[in-house]
């Protein structure tokens, strides 16, 4: 069982740059796949970027975003750089034991979310 929360949004204006934290609890976390995934308003849900040993990302943020994670300390970041006005969503991140990939339904454990707001 693992559970995640979420943390690190708010308001930036173009171009700017926001951390986001997701801190799991879990006793291996480090086996754990994590991902990141974003919904805006009236859209899916979709996949930003994921972590096991490597990293993977979507052609829509590679270059900007980074994703990261410190396992002693049982957290994933993601670093969001040069941001965009359809950057704005709810940012989830999500983890499951053995899938790595960029379907969400396929990940067990998903954090509340944080709101990100790309003003223009």
């Known amino acids: 069982q693992v559970q995640l929360v979420e943390s690190g949004g708010g308001l930036v204006q173009a171009g700017g740059s926001l951390r986001l934290s997701c801190a799991a609890s879990?006793?291996?976390?480090?086996?754990?796949?994590i991902g990141w995934f974003r919904q805006a308003p009236g859209k899916e849900r979709e996949f930003v970027a994921a972590i096991r040993w490597s990293t993977y990302y979507a052609a829509s943020v590679k270059g900007r975003f980074t994703i990261s994670r410190d396992n002693p300390k049982s957290m994933v970041y993601l670093q969001m750089n040069s941001l965009k006005p359809e950057d704005t969503a709810v940012y989830y991140c999500?983890?499951?034991?053995?899938?790595?990939?960029?379907?969400?339904?396929?990940?067990?454990?998903w954090g509340q979310g944080t709101q990100v707001t790309v003003s223009s």
């Open positions: 879990g006793r291996t976390f480090s086996s754990y796949v």
């Open positions: 999500a983890a499951d034991r053995d899938y790595y990939g960029t379907r969400a339904d396929e990940y067990d454990y």
